[in-house]
């Protein structure tokens, strides 16, 4: 297990350079405000919707307080099921649902259901919105209880959790209440602030969370967490600063353009195994039998589980 030092050292050196926008200070809604949203903890919450789209549905609003809204509901069934989480400030037509899910429904005749929780991440509320994240979390569980329940053309194990930031975070607590009985999470660039080892430990995204989890770092350190939490870790260029980039929000944008790329691409993201960029930028990190270069986003190879395992 590499130390929080290390992490801390590495992230130094990647990003001793912060790009504009920089540090937490910066971040909008880095304070509590008095009129934030803070919503009753029950569940359903008018304020969580959840939207399904597929090659022939745009946004049929799945009620599950209605049985029938979710017999009705014109799934593809048998097919996989791509649920959408959107983080701060976000909402059901921000990311990561504008990139993933045209290419998704571009990719195969599957079912996107877009989670929609934007009245309570609305800025400059971080704070708030991070409280809110168990309750979001909690009525997705109970969402997809239902929706499992009623619908049994419908099978958890083509379900396919994928959260962006702060949604990436939701998606651990909805892989953690379903017992990890989720077959895949994936975490965009997972939220960091407030998200430490140090605040809420136990609510971070991490692999015990659903039977893959799978992490793409673009921010790492600023509004993205540093340390590995899944199965199979990614560090795009680095995880720091992308290229092009000139502020956080862009860098970690890029977790979510990069997957969307990657689920319809023809030339796949590549990357090998290395403790670090420097490392890495030594040339001490070639690919090798033991250490082969493996494909990262939507088509990641699922057994590469060990990889992240011998570099801890
Ligand atoms: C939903 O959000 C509105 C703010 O837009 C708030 O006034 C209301 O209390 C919230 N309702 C619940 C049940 O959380
Ligand atoms: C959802 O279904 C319940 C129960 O049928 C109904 O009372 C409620 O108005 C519906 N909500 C929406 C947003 O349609
Ligand atoms: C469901 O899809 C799987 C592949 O995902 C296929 O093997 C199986 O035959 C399908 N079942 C039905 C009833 O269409
Ligand atoms: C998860 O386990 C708890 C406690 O055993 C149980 O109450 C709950 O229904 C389980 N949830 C699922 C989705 O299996």
Redesign the pocket.
């Given at each position: 297990m590499m130390s929080p030092t290390l992490y801390t050292a590495i992230w130094i050196l990647c990003c001793l350079v912060p790009s504009r926008g920089g540090f937490f200070s910066n971040l909008p809604g880095f304070k509590k405000f008095k009129n934030c949203v803070n919503p009753s903890r029950e569940c359903p919450n008018p304020n969580i919707t959840f939207h399904l789209y597929t090659r022939i549905t745009d946004d049929y609003?799945l009620?599950y307080?209605?049985t029938e809204?979710l017999k009705q509901a014109p799934f593809i069934t048998n097919a996989s099921i791509k649920l959408l989480i959107h983080g701060y400030t976000g909402h059901k037509n921000y990311s990561p649902n504008t990139e993933l899910r045209p290419e998704y429904l571009k990719y195969q005749d599957l079912n996107v259901i877009s989670v929609d929780y934007k009245e309570l991440v609305q800025p400059p509320c971080y704070v708030q919105a991070v409280y809110n994240v168990p309750l979001v979390g909690k009525c997705t569980n109970k969402f997809l209880q239902k929706l499992f329940r009623v619908r049994e053309d419908l099978k958890l194990f083509h379900l396919h959790v994928i959260g962006f930031s702060l949604g990436a975070q939701v998606a651990g607590h909805v892989g953690r209440l379903m017992n990890s009985s989720i077959e895949r999470v994936t975490g965009l660039d997972p939220a960091s602030p407030m998200f430490s080892e140090f605040w809420f430990n136990n609510e971070v995204l991490d692999k015990s969370d659903a039977k893959f989890v799978d992490v793409l770092h673009t921010n790492i350190g600023l509004k993205g967490k540093i340390s590995p939490l899944g199965h199979l870790d990614f560090y795009a260029n680095n995880g720091c600063k992308q290229p092009g980039c000139t502020d956080t929000s862009c860098s970690h944008v890029r977790a979510v353009e990069y997957f969307a790329e990657s689920i319809n691409t023809k030339k796949p993201f590549m990357a090998v195994k290395c403790l670090s960029y420097v490392l890495y930028k030594l040339g001490w990190c070639k690919p090798s039998d033991t250490s082969p270069l493996i494909v990262f986003g939507e088509h990641v190879d699922k057994t590469r589980t060990s990889i992240e395992n011998q570099r801890r």
């Open positions: 609003v009620n307080s209605s809204s």
